[in-house]
């Protein structure tokens, strides 16, 4: 079991950072240490806890870091708080530290850091974020943004490197995030209140496998803490699945013996759950998940006045009225919008302008959520391949797009409680 910080670090001061890079220091700076010394530091700060978090202390990680210091001097790079980061990862921010306080940035286990003067990572040792890397942002309530943040990879990689993204949230403001990896399987991580993460962790296999390889997913948070999950499994078959509030999970159920080529899925205030696809015919069916765990079975969605709509990909949002808000990509590329009210009738489908006064808006990945105040928030890839966001309110206006210039491939967004909404973003 680790043991609490022997003494507790100072806060370490913000500093201008214009002379600093983030590359690690050149061998011999004066301000340097080796991996030996900086695990004396930690020795002392944390017991030589490199993962060390305890929730309301504001120092993190092996040389217990603080938030405000990690973000200056780029450790975000690597993870959102140092704790997420790997030992490497951590020393190399810290390296920037010494460089930019010196010695008293420890002040009492700095362990000859004034003395050492030795490269710990010599060479070139700063991953390189590429295209297919997941990143996070807020949309505050009173409609300012967070920086889009990398998140940090499975297994102590400084990217998590995905084909496909899901988000939620749950009652308690935390978020679930799923994510398919460059490896084809499914993994699942957590974003507390707080802003720090879990980890990814791999989800396990349908039927005792090992691991869910997944063509596509989704998350939603429920109205009791937990979260339930679709996915369509390597067969092209879909799957069920909830994890409980408690952390522990119920197991993948086969839903029927329909296949997707997508899938999305909303929660509902009286805890059914909405389900769309695209089938493989191309076309767009729904389905309804009661309380009970009993499905209403798939539905196909009426077109422009045809039986069925054609779509590439699709996404739905649940109401605080009960109503479901669908989007969808039609054969033509462009965004459309439907309602499926909660009487489980109909509004019919309607385009969605499109950025600037376009027509239509050509998208090739969109998301949408619904919000406490009955507006909902969408985000989407444009034909440009950066990320816009859009709102609908509840009075059926538009807010119109908005260009985040952040390069993107695919997108999810949730929206919390608290009238904000949280996006994960792999990067174009």
Same mark, same amino acid.
Request: hydrophobic residues 40%; glycine residues 14%; aromatic residues 10%.
């Given at each position: ?54 929730? !309301? ?46 010695? !008293? ?91 720090? #993460? ?9 039927? &005792? ?25 390597? @067969? ?34 009286? &805890? ?59 054969? @033509? ?14 509004? *019919? ?10 027509? *239509? ?34 009075? *059926?206006? #538009? ?30």
């Amino acid at each position: 079991m680790s043991r609490a910080p022997r003494r507790r670090a100072a806060a370490l001061t913000l500093t201008a950072l214009a002379a600093l890079t983030l590359s690690t220091v050149a061998t011999g700076s004066a301000q340097a240490a080796s991996v030996a010394t900086w695990d004396r530091v930690a020795q002392c700060e944390s017991s030589g806890n490199w993962s060390y978090y305890k929730a !309301g202390w504001q120092f993190y990680g092996g040389l217990q870091i603080t938030k405000s210091t990690w973000e200056a001097f780029g450790g975000t790079q690597y993870a959102p708080l140092p704790h997420q980061a790997t030992k490497q990862q951590q020393i190399m921010t810290a390296e920037r530290i010494l460089a930019g306080q010196g010695t !008293g940035a420890w002040p009492s286990c700095n362990a000859g850091l004034g003395s050492d003067h030795a490269d710990p990572y010599p060479g070139p040792t700063t991953p390189v974020s590429k295209a297919g890397d997941l990143y996070h942002a807020t949309r505050l309530a009173d409609g300012n943004w967070t920086s889009f943040s990398p998140l940090n990879g499975y297994g102590g990689a400084a990217f998590f490197n995905g084909t496909q993204d899901a988000i939620a949230a749950t009652p308690d403001g935390s978020t679930q995030t799923l994510a398919t990896g460059a490896d084809g399987n499914l993994y699942h991580t957590a974003r507390y209140t707080n802003g720090s #993460w879990t980890g990814w962790a791999p989800v396990d296999g349908y039927a &005792g496998a090992a691991r869910f390889a997944a063509q596509g997913e989704a998350i939603v948070g429920m109205s009791n803490g937990d979260s339930q999950l679709m996915a369509i499994g390597k @067969d092209g078959k879909i799957y069920h699945n909830a994890r409980y509030a408690s952390g522990s999970w119920q197991g993948w159920a086969q839903v029927g013996d329909w296949g997707a080529q997508k899938i999305a899925a909303a929660s509902l205030p009286d &805890g059914s759950m909405q389900v769309l696809i695209v089938g493989y015919d191309g076309n767009v069916y729904h389905n309804v998940r009661s309380v009970s765990g009993s499905w209403q079975g798939w539905n196909a969605v009426a077109g422009f006045g045809a039986d069925t709509f054609q779509a590439k990909d699709v996404a739905i949002a649940g109401l605080p009225n009960g109503d479901a808000q669908l989007l969808a990509s039609g054969s @033509d590329g462009k965004l459309y919008h439907n309602i499926r009210l909660a009487s489980g009738s109909w509004q *019919g489908w309607g385009a969605v302008d499109g950025f600037g006064g376009a027509a *239509g808006f050509q998208a090739s990945s969109f998301a949408i959520s619904g919000m406490p105040s009955g507006d909902t928030q969408l985000i989407a890839v444009g034909n440009d391949g950066k990320v816009y966001h859009n709102a609908r309110y509840a009075s *059926g206006t #538009w807010q119109g797009w908005w260009n985040t210039a952040f390069a993107g491939q695919k997108v999810s967004i949730a929206g919390m409680s608290d009238g904000g909404a949280q996006m994960v973003v792999s990067r174009g």
